[in-house]
């Protein structure tokens, strides 16, 4: 069974950083493309970045472009996502999800993904 587990959230004040990681079990992690979502207070769960399979591409909500980067570690079995510059407005909680398909490219399709960790609280104070 897939189990995705995410870790490195916190209470941040506007303008520091953060790292969450994904460690993933339960298949072969280095076959499926990643992503990273987030789901603010009172608001619907929405994309923040994603990594293909080979780690060779990448994508972006255009809010956090220049400021998230997207990694992972196959040998690790690990998605990262570096938070910098952080603002107010990406306060919510923040999940990773691993594709459906094996050899998948970066998506920002939330149907795209089968499998979901639980979710890292991110408090980010003005």
């Known amino acids: 069974q897939v189990q995705l587990v995410e870790s490195g959230g916190g209470l941040v004040q506007a303008g520091g950083s953060l790292r969450l990681s994904c460690a993933a079990s339960?298949?072969?992690?280095?076959?499926?493309?990643m992503g990273w979502f987030r789901q603010a207070p009172g608001k619907e769960r929405e994309f923040v970045a994603s990594?293909?399979?080979?780690?060779?591409?990448?994508y972006y909500i255009d809010s956090v472009k220049g400021r998230f980067t997207i990694s992972r570690d196959n040998a690790k079995n690990t998605v990262y996502l570096q938070m910098n510059s952080l603002k107010p407005e990406d306060t919510g909680v923040y999940y990773c999800?691993?594709?459906?398909?094996?050899?998948?490219?970066?998506?920002?399709?939330?149907?795209?993904?089968?499998?979901w960790g639980q979710g890292t609280q991110v408090t980010v104070s003005s």
């Open positions: 999800a691993s594709h459906r398909y094996q050899y998948s490219s970066a998506s920002d399709r939330q149907d795209a993904y089968n499998y």
């Open positions: 339960g298949r072969t992690f280095s076959l499926y493309g």
């Open positions: 990594i293909s399979w080979s780690g060779a591409y990448t």
